[in-house]
């Protein structure tokens, strides 16, 4: 009679291990909505940053304070040379400062005192503030644009200085050094159009490109001369700017 109580035990343990053998058939087969593991948030959040870690960097400051605002922050570190920026970080001098960026794609550019620049996708920069120039390696065709709270510049292959005065009455400053300039308003149609040694000004508040064509003023040369030998942007470096042979060869005298 004691094998009675023992077999109803062993044949409750085979039910039991069928009944999970079933189950667990029936919970290992993949969906097709499961296929993959979920991707956790913060990797979806760091995803897009990825591609412009090494976006550009500072390769030269003569004189500080330089400061960088980095990524989903207010606060500003001090720049230092060979230090890496991403995408939609901001570089901002104060007083005298000078610095210098290396984008990857054969972009550069230098900022001077009192200038607040933030580099956004798709070869833009903002120029928030003070004065900037901007040029491509010799050889290279990058279309890029320059963003400034009246107008956008486009240059390509190009050398260009835009100035930002403290007084915003006094118009924004477009100047080709070297090569044609384009600038134009967001959302409309046409464009102006200048070459070497030629500059317009802007006023806030202007969008009639038709009038910003009228007031292109080609230098001349005695101001083109001036202008070079007192340029911090173009002389305060301890490389000299790439593009500096065109440019002299605009300002030089023809004998």
Same mark, same amino acid.
């Given at each position: 009679?004691?094998?009675?109580?023992?077999?109803?035990?062993?044949?409750?343990?085979?039910?039991?291990?069928?009944?999970?053998?079933?189950?667990?058939?029936?919970?290992?087969?993949?969906?097709?909505?499961?296929?993959?593991?979920?991707?956790?948030?913060?990797?979806?959040?760091?995803?897009?940053?990825?591609?412009?870690?090494?976006?550009?960097?500072?390769?030269?400051?003569?004189?500080?304070?330089?400061?960088?605002?980095?990524?989903?922050?207010?606060?500003?570190?001090?720049?230092?040379?060979?230090?890496?920026?991403?995408?939609?970080?901001?570089?901002?001098?104060?007083?005298?400062?000078?610095?210098?960026?290396?984008? *990857?794609?054969?972009?550069?550019? #230098?900022?001077? &005192?009192?200038?607040?620049?933030?580099? @956004? %996708?798709?070869?833009? =920069?903002?120029?928030?503030?003070?004065?900037?120039?901007?040029?491509?390696?010799?050889?290279?065709?990058?279309?890029?644009?320059?963003?400034?709270?009246?107008?956008?510049?486009?240059?390509?292959?190009?050398?260009?200085?835009?100035?930002?005065?403290?007084?915003?009455?006094?118009?924004?400053?477009?100047?080709?050094?070297?090569?044609?300039?384009?600038?134009?308003?967001?959302?409309?149609?046409?464009?102006?159009?200048?070459?070497?040694?030629?500059?317009?000004?802007?006023?806030?508040?202007?969008?009639?490109?038709?009038?910003?064509?009228?007031?292109?003023?080609?230098?001349?040369?005695? *101001?083109?001369?001036?202008?070079? #030998?007192?340029? &911090?942007?173009?002389?305060?470096?301890? @490389? %000299?700017?790439?593009? =500096?042979?065109?440019?002299?060869?605009?300002?030089?005298?023809?004998?």
């Amino acid at each position: 009679m004691a094998t009675k109580p023992l077999s109803r035990w062993c044949l409750g343990l085979v039910s039991l291990t069928v009944a999970s053998l079933i189950a667990g058939c029936q919970t290992s087969t993949p969906t097709a909505t499961n296929s993959s593991p979920p991707v956790s948030t913060d990797t979806a959040a760091a995803k897009p940053l990825s591609p412009s870690e090494t976006f550009a960097t500072i390769s030269d400051i003569q004189k500080q304070p330089v400061w960088v605002r980095r990524l989903n922050t207010q606060d500003e570190v001090p720049a230092q040379e060979n230090m890496n920026l991403r995408v939609g970080e901001t570089i901002r001098t104060e007083g005298e400062a000078l610095a210098q960026v290396e984008l *990857k794609n054969g972009l550069s550019f #230098r900022i001077g &005192r009192n200038s607040v620049l933030t580099l @956004q %996708p798709d070869n833009r =920069l903002q120029l928030q503030a003070g004065e900037m120039i901007a040029w491509v390696e010799p050889g290279k065709k990058v279309p890029v644009e320059i963003e400034t709270p009246v107008a956008i510049a486009g240059i390509r292959g190009t050398t260009v200085y835009i100035n930002m005065p403290e007084d915003p009455k006094e118009g924004i400053e477009f100047f080709a050094w070297e090569g044609s300039v384009a600038v134009w308003f967001p959302n409309q149609t046409g464009e102006c159009l200048f070459k070497s040694g030629e500059q317009v000004k802007i006023q806030p508040g202007e969008t009639d490109i038709h009038q910003v064509r009228q007031q292109v003023q080609k230098l001349p040369l005695q *101001k083109l001369l001036k202008r070079r #030998r007192q340029s &911090r942007l173009l002389n305060n470096f301890d @490389q %000299p700017l790439p593009t =500096l042979p065109q440019i002299d060869k605009i300002v030089t005298p023809k004998t």
